[in-house]
């Protein structure tokens, strides 16, 4: 906790492992139960070390009494579910954790609630928590209340509840759930379903209020921890300060990132030339926040497949694909976020009541899909040009985001003066580029620091046989350039030594 400032710092190295305690692993020969959490913290810990990942990140562990809901459907605002331990067994995971450096992130809810008798509804026989109108107070998507937030006291409940957690159980970030939904009275609502402020807008003005409010005691309290807002539109300053106007939030996920970049994954090669914009548009708006790039629960339910049954073509071609995929998000400014499973390389989406597919780990591709995650992660926490300037518009340079008919992608990424530039590569295609040349802003010799076809990871093998040295032949405005050799679906990382 001494270091939790350092550890959660904007500079530094973030991968989140985002997790269902339920549903991570369970014991078959014990009816299928899910692992206590004191069973679950060495198997976690030496999962989550032995992949690199810096900080975990649990689906809300608050008492829920729909399991079903993964904990979004909150009665006991207090209390770690009662489903896998007491109190004091959830703050010896959370030890456990910390003891071995991982940093833990709590999923809060405090946009809405269930209307269960025994939760917080018509909780005196008055609409104490919620809107007396339904209009108001019921949320359409999830037949949910929603608190109200013009209430002094329902703020002074939310955010000694936010606190709490933060004091007594010694989490480092909190992930805000479903942001969106707050600060938008019109919200999965139709014309004529919702009341405007009293400026006759859209906007919740004392859903933002308690926003700002809520980070505002929270870094005050806790300094080193940090507020994560889950907020899929367009609002703006979610990550600046409230002094500056803003919401106040540490970080944002960047969920057009997250829809865009799935969207041109999921698309055929041959048709990925036309579509290039989906990857670069992010670059129009990457330096206005601090962000975090999300591959979550929610994109691997719902018949939405697991990331690598997204991914089109043939096995081989599939595995490539996920291959480039994580690769291109290390490789993007911004902290990263994995839900648990893609590290696997799993086939089926989530199902919570059954355990991750453990069976493959460590078998034919899967493996090399784990190798894959373990070395991108040790290359992002080493490589200061990688996570230095993740929140920083001086991070990220482009060297040709225009080869569109190649369906490839180069940049740079840039930490502090001291620590060597390094180049990424991208191929969105199945076919091997030779002899593809790209400026570069210094001479001399650049190693090939991971490659995403290698034969360790299950690819063809494909590469610069350890790297390449410069020519002084200018392009991309820069005034030297590398001839390479690009791996089919891969993405290749080039450092100055």
């Not at 086939?347 to 493959?360: K, Q």
């Given at each position: 906790m001494a270091q939790r400032a350092q550890r959660n710092a904007l500079s530094a190295p973030m991968f989140v492992y985002e997790m269902h305690i339920g549903s991570w692993m369970r014991v078959p020969e014990e009816g299928n139960r899910s692992l206590t959490y004191r069973e679950l913290a060495p198997r976690l810990v030496e999962h989550?070390?032995?992949?690199?990942?810096?900080?975990?990140?649990?689906?809300?562990?608050?008492?829920?009494?729909?399991?079903?809901?993964?904990?979004?459907?909150?009665?006991?605002?207090f209390a770690p579910t009662a489903r896998y331990g007491g109190p004091r067994d959830f703050m010896y995971l959370i030890d456990y954790l910390h003891q071995h450096e991982i940093g833990v992130i709590l999923d809060w809810v405090p946009s809405h609630f269930p209307n269960d008798e025994h939760g917080l509804g018509f909780f005196d026989g008055t609409h104490l928590y919620e809107h007396a109108l339904p209009i108001q107070g019921i949320h359409p998507e999830w037949d949910s209340l929603l608190f109200n937030y013009a209430r002094p006291e329902v703020v002074s409940f939310l955010i000694s509840n936010g606190l709490f957690w933060l004091d007594k159980y010694h989490a480092d970030a909190l992930r805000v759930d479903a942001v969106a939904s707050m600060l938008y009275l019109d919200y999965a609502r139709k014309e004529g379903e919702w009341v405007p402020n009293r400026h006759g807008g859209?906007?919740?003005?004392?859903?933002?209020?308690?926003?700002?409010?809520l980070n505002e005691e929270v870094y005050r309290s806790h300094p080193g921890v940090q507020t994560i807002a889950e907020e899929s539109t367009a609002w703006p300053m979610v990550s600046q300060p409230t002094y500056l106007g803003g919401l106040g939030f540490?970080?944002?996920?960047?969920?057009?990132?997250?829809h865009d970049t799935l969207q041109y994954f999921s698309r055929d090669p041959i048709y990925r030339r036309f579509h290039q914009h989906e990857l670069t548009f992010r670059s129009i708006y990457a330096s206005t926040g601090n962000f975090m790039l999300p591959l979550s629960h929610d994109e691997a339910v719902h018949g939405k497949g697991s990331l690598l049954g997204k991914m089109p073509g043939d096995d081989w071609q599939k595995f490539a694909n996920l291959r480039l995929l994580l690769a291109y998000m290390y490789a993007q400014p911004g902290k990263k976020l994995l839900f648990m499973g893609a590290e696997l390389?799993?086939?089926?989406?989530?199902?919570?009541?059954?355990?991750?597919?453990?069976?493959?780990s460590g078998t034919g591709s899967h493996a090399g899909i784990e190798r894959l995650v373990s070395d991108l992660n040790t290359a992002y926490r080493s490589e200061g040009a990688l996570h230095e300037g993740d929140c920083l518009p001086s991070g990220f340079e482009w060297i040709d985001a225009g080869d569109a008919d190649s369906s490839i992608l180069a940049f740079l990424r840039l930490g502090t003066p001291a620590d060597p530039p390094i180049a990424v590569v991208?191929?969105?295609?199945?076919?091997?580029?030779?002899n593809h040349r790209i400026g570069v802003p210094a001479a001399g010799f650049w190693r090939e620091l991971l490659n995403t076809d290698a034969t360790d990871y299950g690819g063809s093998g494909q590469g610069n046989?350890?790297?390449?040295?410069?020519?002084?032949?200018?392009?991309?405005?820069?005034?030297?350039?590398?001839?390479?050799?690009?791996?089919?679906?891969?993405?290749?990382?080039?450092?100055?030594?």
């Open positions: 989550v070390q032995r992949l690199g990942f810096t900080h975990v990140e649990f689906l809300p562990v608050m008492e829920h009494p729909f399991y079903g809901s993964w904990g979004y459907q909150i009665t006991g605002f859209h906007e919740n003005i004392e859903a933002i209020a308690f926003l700002r409010r540490g970080l944002k996920w960047d969920m057009g990132w997250m390389g799993q086939w089926v989406e989530w199902a919570h009541d059954n355990s991750l597919d453990w069976h493959l991208c191929n969105f295609t199945p076919v091997v580029r030779h046989l350890g790297g390449c040295e410069t020519v002084p032949v200018p392009l991309h405005g820069r005034p030297h350039s590398l001839t390479l050799t690009l791996p089919p679906l891969g993405a290749v990382f080039l450092r100055l030594d």
